[in-house]
């Protein structure tokens, strides 16, 4: 019976003999994968032996062969690993996997443990060393080569997107949404941080400090040309490379006349409180006049004449402006496209009455074919005749128009927003909503509806919320 237990223990030693320094998991017999790990036969062989020893004791060979038996059931199975190098993974069915990589103290093949060696797909050249796994980065983005638009690296998702932040973005996408990682125009001043500040609103950049003229009758002037003193002075300064008037400083300036050699498209910006104040002979504070657009925004406008006038074929874009106390009405559009929102028209005297039309507040003339006609969320109130003219049924249903003598609205369209015709919408006496106007949550918001108030804040607010007539949005 021992000698049955010593060629047990043999049989045992020469199935492990397979096992090498380069393979040390690894076991066969006469090239037969016996399908268990180095480490189980071991513990077998343990058993076995003690199990051998005690048979020469008691003589029963039967009692080894199912102590060995035993011990091979509970010792746990591992496949063995199939490589050793890269050459022997080459023949491997699945061609995905061309590298020799160690896992659970084996080795098997995998995609890669070498990025150069491994990763030769342009779209996936980087190996992620703990999965094993080719993946489009890793690090700062420089394998992210494959798509000129995606420079950046998410190394959350080992995936290369456009931004992770606004270091990557610029021109007419400045902005990067990190929700997204994908660059975006700007939507305010607030998200241009470099001087001067200014998110241009036809396009969508952060202003450069060269595109733009400074407008400060208070400031350097006009001999450093970083600053005129002058309306006249700064508007001779735009030009197709400097497109962008910044108003600044608490004195009002003259009128700003946009004609003849001045850049389209121009964009015009108060800041501060900034406003403009005509005189007697200017014949509007702000005057768009030719064939270009001009984009108007955050001024004050008051004056002897009227307010704003766009002429000629003009196409305005005038936003959370304030045209109050013009002594011949707020805003006239003569034949010019149009685009009013967030803008408060209050308290100016009676305008042109040429053709037959009384008016105020706003005249809104015919546009050129094609052009737009559009006034949205405007507060029109306490004028001295007609709150709104039209000469078209336009849209003017999501502003308020209330207290103007002689009558509201007149060859308007749709127009049962709030305060023609309704009780008093209560405002403050800067023609913002208070608490229990009944001019709140009116709106439903469409994809046409003004993003901000004439203050900046968003609209609706909450998001989920519906819009306030008028220029303010109410927030508690």
């Known amino acids: 019976m021992r000698a049955l237990g010593l060629t047990l223990i043999a049989m045992s030693a020469f199935a492990s003999a397979a096992c090498t320094k380069a393979n040390p998991n690894y076991c066969s017999e ?18 076995a032996h003690d199990v051998g020893g005690d048979a020469g004791e ?5 009692e080894v062969g199912d102590a060995i038996d035993a011990a091979k059931e509970s010792a746990p199975e591992a496949k063995p690993p199939v490589c050793v190098t890269d050459d022997q993974c080459s023949a491997v069915a699945d061609a995905g996997t061309p590298a020799c990589g160690a896992r659970d103290g084996g080795a098997a093949c995998v995609q890669c ?22 993946v489009e980065c890793i690090g700062a983005g420089t394998e992210c080569t494959a798509d000129a638009t995606k420079s950046a690296c998410n190394k959350a998702t080992q995936s290369c997107v456009e931004c992770l ?32 500040g200014i998110c241009v609103d036809y396009d969508g950049h952060c202003a450069k ?11 350097a002037c006009d001999a450093t040309q970083s600053s005129y003193c002058t309306a006249a002075s700064a508007v001779a300064a735009l030009s197709t490379n400097k497109p962008i008037l910044l108003v600044t400083g608490t004195m009002p300036v003259g009128a700003i006349n946009i004609s003849g050699a001045a850049p389209d498209p121009v964009l015009i910006v108060g800041r501060g409180g900034a406003s403009v104040a005509a005189g007697g002979d200017d014949v509007a504070g702000i005057r768009i006049n030719g064939l270009r657009k001009a984009w108007v925004r955050d001024l004050k406008i008051t004056g002897q ?5 766009a002429d000629a074929g003009a196409d305005l874009h005038l936003t959370r402006c304030i045209a109050t106390g013009n002594g011949a009405g707020g805003i006239w559009t003569n034949g010019a496209s149009f685009d009013i929102s967030n803008t408060v028209i209050a ?17 809104l003339g015919a546009v050129p074919t094609g052009g737009t006609g559009r006034f949205q969320n405007n507060t029109v109130v306490d004028n001295a005749q007609v709150g709104i003219a039209c000469s078209s049924p336009y849209d003017v249903s999501t502003n308020i128009v209330h207290g103007n003598a002689g009558a509201e609205i007149v060859n308007c369209g749709p127009s049962n927003c709030c305060g023609d015709g309704d009780p008093d919408p209560k405002l403050d006496s800067m023609y913002h909503l208070t608490s229990m106007s009944p001019c ?25 919320g519906r819009l306030d007539c008028g220029a303010d949005q109410f927030v508690p």
């Open 440 to 464: 709140i949550g009116k709106i439903l918001a469409t994809a046409m509806s003004p993003t901000m108030d004439i203050q900046g804040q968003p609209r609706p607010g909450p998001p989920a």
């Open 209 to 219: 400090a060269l595109e733009v003229a400074v407008l400060d009758r208070a400031g």
């Open 305 to 309: 004449n009227i307010g704003v006038l």
């Open 165 to 196: 932040d606004n270091t990557t973005c610029n021109g007419t996408k400045p902005i990067c949404d990190t929700t997204k990682n994908t660059c975006r125009p700007c939507n305010a001043d607030a998200e241009c941080k470099d001087a001067p």
């Open 347 to 363: 308290a100016n005297q009676q305008g042109d009455g040429s053709g037959g039309v009384s008016w105020a507040g706003a005249r």
């Open 30 to 47: 006469a090239g037969i994968n016996l399908d268990y790990s180095c480490a189980a036969l071991d513990a077998a062989r343990h058993d």
């Open 113 to 134: 443990t070498d990025s150069k060696k491994h990763c030769t797909d342009p779209k996936k050249p980087a190996c992620d060393l703990a999965a094993q796994q080719c």
């Open 58 to 62: 008691v003589g029963d060979a039967g």
